[in-house]
């Protein structure tokens, strides 16, 4: 068994602007970099073989809509079979739909802490349902989900509210966000940790910049107190074109030492 990381360089289901597609490499080398050290906050130590594997990144070829899910949950799903876990990173947060969906066929009853500063839960959105602003309605209408709590959520409109009440939405917006040790999961949780939850001034390499977002540090604290048994995750929506001397870029990557941290513990120690 191991933890592998896997880019997923797609972008093409992005509303606003492309870029998406450039952050897995941005991210991994800012994991290497010699600004920092390879140890999470845990005291482990990332940098020891056996601890997780860089699998590089899943070529699409430019695949789109169907046929682009479709490689992604497959992929996955065969990692998850040889009972591997899994971090990915994006790419947009469409994404998220056919990693999480993969998970969902392994892991009963699996639930989602979904931390970002939009619910993505419309149904569609410039007639695409594959868009990066849906992942969580698509996966929360197959059934499959036990539970979705959403973290930092500042953009809620009508549409989005009824959705949310439709299916049963545990939704903590960010105007009156207070203590993290309240999100509690009984069993298995997926995470996907969408950068825009940050505030631009931690992190403006995002294609939407939304104010009034948590802190690096807010966010790394509710990936470490949240209760549930951690099993997979995904970082998604690092704009590298928007970035600002590779701030985000090293943000992303202390996210992800912190979720390797996690999961390891978890599932291998």
């Known amino acids: 068994m191991t933890l592998k990381i896997i880019g997923l360089p797609q972008d093409n289901n992005s509303s606003f602007m492309t870029g998406p597609a450039l952050g897995p490499d941005k991210i991994k080398e800012a994991l290497f970099s010699d600004s920092s050290n390879m140890f999470s906050e845990t005291g482990l130590d990332l940098g020891n073989e ?3 594997e860089n699998a590089g990144n899943l070529n699409l070829n430019n695949l789109k809509g169907q046929a682009a899910f479709s490689k992604i949950r497959e ?19 469409s994404v998220s739909w056919p990693i999480i969906d993969a998970h969902a066929e392994i892991y009963s009853s699996l639930n989602i802490l979904h931390v970002d500063a939009h619910p993505d839960l419309y149904d569609s959105l410039l007639d695409n349902k594959y868009s990066h602003a849906s992942p969580f309605a698509r996966l929360m209408e197959s059934g499959k989900i036990k539970k979705l709590i959403q973290v930092g959520i500042r953009t809620l409109n009508k549409h989005q509210r009824e959705q949310a009440e439709r299916f049963d939405v545990e939704i903590h917006e960010m105007r009156d966000l207070s203590r993290v040790d309240k999100i509690n999961f009984e069993g298995p949780v997926f995470c996907s940790v969408d950068l825009d939850a940050l505030d631009p001034a931690f992190a403006p390499g995002v294609s939407h910049f939304e104010p009034g977002g948590m802190s690096t540090r807010y966010l790394l604290d509710l990936l470490r107190t949240f209760k549930g048994d ?7 929506e690092f704009n590298p074109r928007r970035d600002f001397h590779d701030l985000t870029a090293m943000v992303g990557a202390k996210i992800l030492k912190e979720l390797i941290s996690r999961i390891f513990i978890t599932n291998y120690n």
């Open 50 to 52: 056996g601890i997780w």
């Open 230 to 236: 951690l099993v997979g995750a995904d970082i998604v």
């Open 75 to 93: 992929t996955i799903l065969e990692l998850l079979q040889k009972g591997d876990h899994f971090i990915g990173l994006g790419g947009d947060h």
